[in-house]
């Protein structure tokens, strides 16, 4: 219930913050940010409301074939504020590589042309650290729209208050630290082997024969990170938009105007 008018609010089961939709107030239910289901951080949103939606509406700028009826109607002003739960994982890495480098080089001595190949043993090992690699914690997100809106600036990690909740949405986790534990290291697992990579340049060719990484998960803490969401329809069809709420980094689909695409298409063909 609504603690200023005492209205019934329906919730799902992970909502943690919502806002009464009769009065307009915010309300935080707290027994689902507490005991272990409370956040250890929280980073607090940077972007107003107001410059999420004039990012937005610069996204529309400039997109030749978005139907006009889109943005009129697709209710930009609902953006939501909304804190999503991540797990941010901290491990340690180790790899070791052994490949088989060559050099070539070739000269002309008269009619014929030489080509020298030099073949080298490489070996490379090294060690890497991951700090808080974070992986959303919500079935209901989209992972390639989680993952395209980072960074995030850690600088204003903060130590978690439901203080910073209110005007905004909450959910809390729905998808446990194991359970995303295999997304973050394989992102931890790929960066690894490219940094070993990396380090293997100056051959004409290289060739691997063996490689072992080992990526040791040593800490999952969870944090509620801030994203702006807007949920729209458009001739049946849903598109979904998502802006880091500190930085403004936004992704999302757009439809097209296959009438004003095809007349362009025409316009510009038919003097050709």
């Known amino acids: 219930s609504c603690p200023t008018c005492g209205a019934e609010l329906v919730c799902d089961e992970t909502t943690a913050a919502t806002t009464c939709p009769y009065c307009g ?6 027994g689902q940010l507490s005991g272990k289901l409370k956040p250890e951080y929280i980073i607090p949103f940077r972007m107003d409301k107001k410059t999420a939606i004039e990012n937005l509406k610069k996204y529309y ?5 978005l139907p006009k009826a889109f943005k009129e109607s697709n209710h930009i002003e609902e953006i939501q504020g909304v804190y999503v739960p991540f797990w941010l994982y901290d491990a340690t890495a ?6 088989e480098g060559e050099v070539t080089e070739s000269h002309r001595e008269g009619d014929y042309v030489v ?3 030099q073949h080298y043993n490489v070996a490379r090992a090294g060690e890497a ?21 980072e960074p995030f600036d850690y600088g204003d990690l903060k130590p978690f208050s439901t203080a910073y909740l209110p005007g905004y949405l909450a959910d809390r986790y729905d998808e446990d630290a194991d359970a995303c534990a295999e997304r973050a290291y394989r992102r931890m697992y790929n960066s690894t082997a490219n940094a070993l990579h990396a380090t293997t340049g100056g051959y004409s060719e290289i060739h691997p024969i063996s490689e072992n990484i080992n990526v040791d998960m040593t800490h999952a803490h969870y944090a509620l990170l801030p994203v702006w969401m807007l949920s729209t329809k458009w001739r049946g069809q849903d598109f979904l938009f998502a802006m880091n709420g500190q930085t403004g980094k936004l992704v999302g689909d757009l439809p097209t105007d296959r009438g004003r695409f095809w007349g362009m298409f025409a316009a510009i063909a038919a003097p050709l």
């Open 25 to 30: 107030n915010p309300t935080v239910l707290g």
């Open 61 to 65: 700028k400039g997109k030749a074939f």
């Open 94 to 99: 180790d790899a070791r590589g052994a490949y």
């Open 115 to 117: 080509t020298n190949t």
């Open 129 to 149: 650290d991951f700090i808080k690699v974070p992986v959303d914690g919500s079935s209901k997100m989209p992972d390639a729209h989680m993952d395209a809106i």
